[in-house]
């Protein structure tokens, strides 16, 4: 969840520090820290975002060319200045960052207090900080050494970048199950979370595989050995990402910025995979693996929050189209189950980051029974599409918003592809419904950037209901995953409660809750069950529910009962999530710009959950 940054090299590092910070705030912004080696360490720590910790630091010369970064989303122990990393070892000598949780802390930090160490906060980081130092003075190791026995005896997860004030020409880095990737400049190395710190910089990285330790020496070698003591040859790769694609540009926010990148992102998830004209779909990570997926007993979609709302969607993409048997499970909840998965089943994993903590665990699990695993991943070179046996990149670009939008949409249309893919290939879809259905996807980029023209319409709207305490989302059909992520983005950014139900359950419950308070968010552009949304509808403004209905075009029935309607373009059911989603986006945005909520870091969130 944190955000690591580190640089050793010729230059100033503190600018760099700062500026990478800034990048990977979204994965955290409790608080943030910097440490700077210049003969003496000086380090610097505050809670808030990266912004309070300038101001901190203030007009102080911090000079030095090796340093480490970190801005952290909480886990042991509250925000504060204390908490904030980097953390000191006892006697001075080394300063560590830390992605990750360590869950044997409590059992290490009693036996180093045993040995004299003294705390000063609640994390579990310093206590790695003290176990590293304490193995580096009882054995008198190298910094690289001390670090590789002391991860022997955690337990956890962890990401980390750590320097010795006496060996200031070295960082040693390391990694399990928490990103961490290199950067290879001229003359110079920088470490992060992710790419966004080092795109600036340099095009050249090395991606750490777990258990691997990285020694980073200032005269240009990069050594890699695993936690055993093997020396590992590094993969160089090749960046492919752009400086503007990680900036705002013209938007107010990121999330606006995302929301109006979908006719792009969805465009740029079906290049080179789809042809109308000429009739035919492709799904490269389909076709390595055909026999398994012709084979295969059942899907099995694991994911966490957005993502499992995609696997939702999926989930009725697959039944219906391809009529194979999917069951969608929180990556959380499968791999602490005992599930029954075999060689026979394919487990489709969906994450935007490729490094969801609970995701990779029941990957991991299904790997262990012998599954077939596929990723659906946005971030190229992740642990994900590393650890799957094949899959497909949704290419949205860089999501820096922490609540997801164009990575939803970018997973619903790569299950889309999968579903008419596999239908079409097992003769279950005909071919002029097949040919329809591409002519109709090839339509969705273009009917997305309609819908944003609504922006206005849709931000009068939600100025009726920003005052709101409560909200309700009825769906149906492809619409009801399409209701929970509506109430979820709303939950995450503007911080009012909301529920997603499907539209029928209403009476069994929900339909207590409704007064002239409660805005009810109708998605009601499914015409299977039109009807019966009509019914649902009713049934609210009985009650003196206040309407909003997402409707089709031209649908008059509604729009003479909904308090108010947003018209979008029809297209076929099983694509409607495609565009039903879209104003949902808009209306959470506005609400919680509405309501002095900070859009791109809500409270309490971060982007990529790497720890459990």
């Avoid at 380090?43 to 480490?68: A, F, M």
């Avoid at 994450?351 to 969801?356: H, I, K, N, V």
């Avoid at 619903?412 to 596999?422: P, S």
């Amino acid at each position: 969840m944190c955000g690591i940054v580190a640089y050793i090299g010729a230059k100033d590092a503190y600018p760099i520090l700062i500026n990478g910070l800034k990048r990977l705030e979204y994965r955290g912004y409790d608080s943030s820290g910097v440490a700077v080696l210049n003969g003496d360490l000086q380090v610097y720590k505050k809670k808030g975002k990266v912004k309070d910790l300038e101001n901190h630091v203030g007009h102080d010369r911090v000079k030095g060319n090796i340093g480490i970064g970190h801005t952290r989303w909480a886990t042991h122990g509250k925000p504060n200045d204390v908490n904030a990393h980097p953390h000191v070892s006892g006697n001075g000598r080394l300063s560590l960052i830390h992605n990750g949780i360590i869950e044997n802390y409590v059992p290490l930090k009693e036996a180093l207090i045993k040995l004299g160490h003294t705390f000063e906060s609640d994390t579990d980081t310093e206590v790695m900080t003290h176990l590293i130092e304490e193995i580096q003075t009882r054995d008198n190791l190298p910094l690289d050494e001390a670090v590789r026995i002391a991860l022997t005896k955690v337990v956890g997860a962890y990401a980390i970048v750590i320097l010795d004030k006496e060996d200031p020409d070295v960082l040693v880095a390391a990694r399990k199950a928490s990103p961490l990737v290199i950067g290879i400049g001229k003359d110079e190395f920088f470490v992060a979370s992710d790419a966004s710190p080092i795109i600036e910089h340099t095009k050249k990285v090395v991606y750490l595989n777990d258990e691997e330790i990285a020694v980073i020496n200032r005269n240009g070698t990069l050594t890699i050995k695993n936690i055993d003591n093997q020396v590992q040859n590094p993969f160089i790769e090749e960046l492919d990402l752009k400086l503007d694609a990680i900036e705002k540009g013209d938007y107010d926010s990121f999330m606006l910025k995302e929301i109006f990148e979908q006719p792009d992102s969805i465009l740029n998830c079906m290049r080179g995979r789809i042809s109308a004209e000429e009739g035919w779909i492709k799904v490269g990570g389909i076709e390595t693996k055909m026999e398994e997926f012709l084979s295969a007993r059942r899907f099995i979609i694991a994911a966490c929050g957005t993502s499992w709302i995609a696997g939702l969607i999926g989930e009725y993409l697959f039944e219906e189209l391809a009529r194979i048997s999917v069951e969608v499970e929180y990556a959380s909840e499968l791999r602490y189950r005992n599930p029954i998965i075999d060689e026979k089943d394919i487990v489709i994993a969906l994450s935007q980051s490729g490094e969801t903590a609970d995701t990779m665990a029941a990957l991991t699990l299904a790997k262990e029974k012998n599954a077939t695993l596929y990723g659906i991943v946005n971030a190229v070179g992740s642990s994900i599409a590393r650890l799957t046996h094949t899959g497909s990149y949704i290419h949205a670009g860089p999501e820096i918003g922490v609540a997801s939008t164009k990575a939803f949409t970018g997973q619903v249309t790569m299950l889309t592809m999968m579903a008419i893919y596999l239908g079409y290939e097992t003769g279950r879809i005909p071919r002029p419904y097949y040919i329809q259905l591409l002519k109709e996807l090839e339509e969705i980029p273009g009917k997305v950037k309609k819908i944003l023209e609504l922006n206005e319409q849709i931000k009068a709207i939600a100025h009726e209901m920003k005052d709101a305490t409560n909200a309700l989302y009825l769906g149906r059909g492809y619409n009801f995953p399409v209701a929970l992520e509506g109430a979820l983005k709303l939950k995450e950014i503007s911080y009012i409660h909301a529920e997603g139900y499907p539209a029928a359950e209403m009476k069994h419950g929900p339909i207590a809750l409704i007064d002239e308070n409660m805005p009810v968010i109708v998605i009601a552009t499914n015409i299977s069950a039109h009807g019966k949304m009509v019914s649902n509808i009713q049934e609210v403004k009985a009650r003196k529910g206040k309407v909003i209905a997402i409707i089709n075009e031209g649908d008059n029935t509604i729009k003479e009962i909904a308090d108010f309607v947003i018209e979008i373009p029809e297209t076929d059911e099983p694509l409607t999530p495609l565009l039903s989603v879209v104003p949902l986006q808009l209306l959470s945005y506005h609400i919680a710009i509405m309501r002095g909520c900070d859009v791109d870091q809500p409270r309490n969130l971060a982007k990529s959950v790497t720890v459990e």
